[in-house]
């Protein structure tokens, strides 16, 4: 969403999507929700967010101090929880369906998902609104199969190996099925990673060894319910995880950025954009490959971002590992920084998103506080620095944040120096 000039704007914030997870799920997209205040970072003057979290008023006033557009040229409409329901249900549910349509109703308005469901679809025919960036309600919907099957790990494995990508050697099976499939693949490997079919941020994987299937088979997560699909794929032996990130346009498919991920057991956990020198070579074929998946994309439909996520092994050969076509944990942060650094007309940035544990609980004026006594907090006449870009935390210590700085050692010296004010553990 690098659009200026684009028409009003509904910002929804529909974490609790079964694009990226079984609905079911709950306890995991409630996690991811909590992120839900970093879109505050794309309101324009005008614009109005639709969130199932609160935003702060202290928050507000950052991002406005930041983004130049006043708190009161905004609008915030904060939805209680309501369970693992997709998020236009939940507006449903507390009655909040005619304050969003108000905002509906200016010419031009579109409804700009978090992800590109079916339950987002309908609300947005409902309220009479496009879907950005598709012309029309009846467009996006038109690109729901792809959107639907490219986000899962058999989808992409099968599109991938027929647009010619690396692949690591698995297979698809249903949940009866796994026990065997994982035998079958440590005749050859080592350790092998078992996956859920719809599944985002690692959440339902496992990672086993030839010593982990002497006894009864692996004990799955219970997602995709008794004959839900899994994929069994040999486990690559990791020096990197890195990621393409590019968008879909009525002119073709462009690449926004590309950089490498930081994951605790095959978890999200941070990214650091563009690619470090370990794993810049793989570069040209990433881009290659997201090129060829956009493009597939694009034959059946879809509009908008996505992105592609790859493995690079101890021997530098990359392997693609998933897509997730939707809005990722770096797109919003990707459009935050290229939003913040415009006015100093410096070149592209290298940037960071981490999060951290502090010590003690701090709440966000006092974090600020530490971050400005050091000059470590963003300063847009440089454009660089630290952001706090997802609120103060519900208990204090759980922060998210971004850096950024001219060059990837600048990111690296303003980190360590966040580190150490915030006491991060």
Known sequence: MDEPDAGPLLLFANFLSDLAVDLAEGGALARWAQQAPRK???????????????????????????????????????????????????????????RVAAHARRPGTALLPTAPDASAVAFARELGLTVHPYATAEEAAAALPVTMLLNTKAGFREAAARLGMRLPEGRVCSRPEVDGAVRRLLERHERVVVKPDRSAGGHG???????????PGPALAPVGGPRGT?????????????????????????VLFSGAMRTEHGSFTGYVSPLPPSCAHVAGELEEWGRRLGRHLAAHGHLGPFGLDALVDTAGVPYAGESNVRRTATTTPHAMVTRLTAPAGTAPPAWSVAKGRTRTALGLTEALARLRER??????????????YADAPEDGRSWRYAVVAPHPDGVDETERGLVEALEIE
């Open 40 to 98: 505050a970072w794309l309101l324009r003057t005008g614009d109005a967010l639709v969130t199932p979290g609160s935003l702060s008023e202290d928050f507000r006033r950052y991002v406005s101090g930041l983004t130049g557009v006043a708190p009161e040229r905004t609008t915030v409409i904060e939805v209680p929880p309501a369970g693992a329901v997709p998020l236009a249900r939940a507006v449903r549910e507390a009655g909040l369906t005619d």
């Open 205 to 215: 994987m496992l990672f086993l060894s030839r010593r982990d299937v002497r006894g």
């Open 230 to 254: 899994w994929v069994v794929e040999e486990h690559v032996a990791v020096a990197e995880s890195v990621s393409v990130q590019l968008e879909n346009t009525p002119s073709g498919t462009r």
């Open 375 to 388: 000059r470590l907090a963003f300063d847009p006449a440089r454009g660089q620095g630290a952001v706090l």
